[in-house]
């Protein structure tokens, strides 16, 4: 049995239900654990997000970054998001 849960993630496996790369078939971690952790990541400014938007003028927080999390095999790109700087990445998939 496999779950789709986004373009290069699923659920597979069972009973120990595993996060999976659908590209390359490399397993991240448990389903019941937050796959970024597992990731490998890279952190860049703000303005690597969109730098055609950015406006040189504008204040920019030192302490928000842009994250991409990818495939630790295969490098894939799974997901991007925006937080605080050295806090925890968010948990946006989480299965019960």
């Not at 779950?3 to 078939?25: A, D, H, M, N, R």
């Not at 950015?54 to 799974?78: G, K, W």
Request: charged share 25%; with cysteine.
């Amino acid at each position: 049995m496999t779950l789709e849960i986004s373009e290069y993630l699923q659920i597979t496996g069972y009973p120990e239900k595993k996060i999976q790369c659908k590209k390359c078939s490399h397993y991240i971690c448990s389903a019941d654990e937050n796959y970024k952790i597992f990731s490998a990541m890279k952190e860049d400014s703000i303005k690597s997000a969109n730098p055609q938007n950015y406006d040189s003028r504008q204040y920019v927080d030192e302490d928000i970054v842009f994250r991409q999390f990818y495939c630790p095999n295969c490098a894939v790109l799974f997901e991007t998001e925006i937080n605080v700087k050295g806090a925890a990445p968010i948990w946006d998939i989480k299965l019960v």
